[in-house]
């Protein structure tokens, strides 16, 4: 039986998280839907795989925007949640869209500020987001979790009117805003530091970090569906990928999984 109690922060858990041994195989023929958010799909592709290789159960994921997933989870059509900001989660356990104990840590989210190879426009922090004539492109506020972020980021360095004049996109999903900096098609955006390790910006980008005190370093929950109908693969899945054997793999993508 799933309690509600709420969990914050990047807190220890090494509890059982592994689906081998005595489980291995258990769940053969049976179904679960994940809702992610976009700028997980490298990580959790292989997260899936091998969890489905392991159990015999088939996952179909949708991944989009944090706020598009969170309305799937509204909808009843979502087993798991993971969007890509707590602050989705928080809207779940308290509209009690989601079991609150059953909310795990995964990894930290860090944003980070990008452009393209060689730094056409030198943007060498935060401040330079606010020099006329920059091209930005952001996350939209009502998509990505990095939108609202960067919006926080921008706003409490007071740079936000600034920024805003010199957006010329605004994307649905993180994904989109590598693709604006790997083109060259704007000067620089915000997106997590992670994404660095994708193969699409390998030699493409390069990162400006954002002071600790200027950040907002996010934390990547996810949790359990109260509309799921199998909560005992539910259970089994999101103990996996919040676990010790999924560690290798976040880490492979740039992730710092809070299971360390």
Known sequence: MISMLPVSGCIEDKSSASVS???????????????????LIKPMNELIKNFEDETGAKIQ????????????????????????????????????????????NVTLHIPVIAVP?????????????ARPGIKLALGDTKGPAIGKVSETICAQTGILPEV?????????????????IVSGEVDAT?????MANWGEANGKIELISIPEE???????????????EDPELAE????????EEAEETWEKWGFEPCAL
Request: charged share 20%.
């Open 21 to 39: 041994g005595e489980n291995e195989n258990n769940f053969e023929g049976r179904q679960l839907t994940v809702c992610a958010g976009a700028g």
């Open 61 to 104: 994921v949708r991944y989009g925007g944090s706020a598009e997933i969170f309305g799937t989870l509204a909808s009843k059509e979502c087993d798991i949640f993971i969007p890509g900001d707590y602050y989705y989660t928080e809207q779940a356990m308290s509209r009690n869209y989601v079991f609150n104990e059953s909310v795990k």
């Open 117 to 129: 190879e060689g730094n056409p426009a030198n943007v060498t922090g935060l401040k330079d987001l």
């Open 164 to 180: 805003k004049n010199n957006t010329i996109v605004w994307t649905a999903t993180v994904n989109q805003l590598l693709v604006y």
């Open 190 to 194: 915000i997106f997590w530091e992670d």
């Open 214 to 228: 200027q950040n907002k370093i996010e934390t990547i929950p996810a949790a359990i569906s109260v509309y799921t």
């Open 236 to 243: 089994a899945f999101n103990a996996y990928i919040a676990g």
